[in-house]
């Protein structure tokens, strides 16, 4: 399980990373080789997006993300073949992470058999209200594999009970109002919230939307167990390529560059 797994990895670092990428971005050959080289670069869990035409709590380096991978030909069926492919060669846990329409149209029985034979374990579907999801919640139960749930700033501490109730593995915490990629303020404010979430919640808590450095990952510790990095990695990936966004990646976890 998901949760087993974060747990694990907390016994030996006091906060994990995840990064996100886009299956199809720039290419699937490079995006191939992103995946492997955050990797490499220490990251300890990793959201594979499957593209969508309007991925609407993303901001404009995602969503332009989003829009060349499917007119490059990023399809479902070969987002699962990627993420089959990529959980055959790595040990860290992988979540499918797209919008509602997704799954839906694909078939929520479908969609989630097809998420576990490609070894993935869960899925974060940012659109879809708990209270109009015990479907999709029914199917990937069924598969034995995590719903992420999601908080927000406004979430108040019942909903939130009740919102940690319907999910397992983890538990996303949005920074902010807003899409991905804008500025976050790292403050009392967020640090009162993320207090309000441990208390409602048992499962491991993941913070994203607007880490951008290694001082933001630091901010995190103590406070959350999982920092969430998206839009600066692909904004990095878009202006220097795939070795830079490693070196990037590796600066947020601390991990040794090569040959070191």
């Given at each position: 399980m998901l949760e087993e797994q974060i747990r694990r990895g907390l016994r030996h670092k006091p906060l994990l990373v995840m990064s996100h990428i886009v299956i199809g971005y720039p290419s699937f050959r490079e995006s191939w080789a992103l995946a492997r080289s955050m990797v490499d670069a220490g990251v300890d869990l990793m959201e594979l997006q499957i593209p969508f035409s309007e991925p609407m709590a993303d901001g404009p380096v995602i969503l332009a993300a989003n829009q060349q991978a499917l007119e490059a030909g990023a399809t479902v069926a070969k987002?699962?073949?990627?993420?089959?492919?990529?959980a055959g060669q790595v040990s860290i846990p992988l979540l499918f992470m797209s919008y509602y329409n997704i799954p839906f149209r694909y078939g929520?029985?479908?969609?989630?058999?097809?998420a576990k034979?490609?070894?993935?374990?869960?899925?974060?579907?940012p659109d879809l209200p708990f209270e109009e999801g015990a479907e999709y919640l029914q199917a990937m139960r069924a598969?034995?594999?995590d719903p992420i749930m999601l908080f927000a700033p406004?979430?108040?501490?019942?909903?939130?009970?009740?919102?940690?109730?319907?999910?397992?593995?983890?538990?996303?915490?949005?920074?902010?109002?807003?899409?991905?990629?804008?500025?976050?303020?790292?403050?009392?404010?967020?640090t009162a919230y993320l207090a309000r979430a441990r208390r409602a919640c048992q499962l491991p808590l993941a913070v994203g939307f607007g880490i951008k450095e290694r001082a933001d990952v630091d901010f995190m510790r103590g406070k959350a167990d999982i920092a969430v990095v998206g839009?600066?990695?692909?904004?990095?990936?878009?202006?220097?390529?795939?070795?830079?966004?490693?070196?990037?990646?590796?600066?947020l976890t601390g991990?040794?560059?090569?040959?070191a």
């Open positions: 987002c699962f073949e990627f993420a089959r492919e990529l929520l029985d479908r969609f989630a058999a097809a034979q490609a070894g993935v374990c869960g899925a974060i579907v598969q034995q594999l406004n979430t108040s501490d019942e909903r939130m009970q009740r919102i940690a109730a319907q999910g397992s593995g983890l538990v996303y915490c949005v920074a902010r109002k807003g899409v991905t990629g804008q500025k976050t303020e790292f403050s009392e404010d967020l839009s600066e990695s692909l904004r990095v990936l878009k202006e220097s390529g795939v070795r830079a966004t490693a070196d990037f990646i590796r600066g991990a040794p560059a090569p040959g």
